[in-house]
């Protein structure tokens, strides 16, 4: 049974979606890595993931092993948001680099509510799946002997 601790940083922006995303990644993760202590943060949207999952590792009392940042942006009739998802995508892959703590990257960009529903509601290419089995991969990873 793990005892490791894991954040997950979600945005409430398109809810249906990123409830969804958070459903299915606490389901994954209680299926490979039971007993996992897991700790939500909600963030209004996918813009404020990065801030949120710097700060639950630096201000953290206890540090998690792994944070899961999920949000759902979908594209609308300005490059806002293209915009936003190059920036969360930077940003996230700079905390990690930068704190050695993995990040899961599953803040989605799609172009359409049909590419959501998919991604977070459907099973086939569920990313809340893929992030529980991503941060389970790594958190093996960073707790092999050195
Ligand atoms: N359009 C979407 C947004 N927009 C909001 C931003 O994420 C941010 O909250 C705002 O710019 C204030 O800083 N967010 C999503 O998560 N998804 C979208 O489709
Ligand atoms: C990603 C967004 O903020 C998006 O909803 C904005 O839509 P628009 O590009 O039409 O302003």
Redesign the pocket.
Known sequence: MSSARITIVASR?NEQYTDALIENCIQELDIIMPGTRIEIVRVP??YEVPVAVKRSIVLADKQPRVVIALGV?????????DL?GASVTHSLQQIALDTLVPVIHEVILVNDEKQAFARCIGSALNRGREAARAATAMLELIEQPK
Do not use: R
């Not at 942006?73 to 948001?81: V, Y």
């Open positions: 922006y949207g996918a942006i979908i594209k609308g009739s300005t490059d806002h948001a936003i």
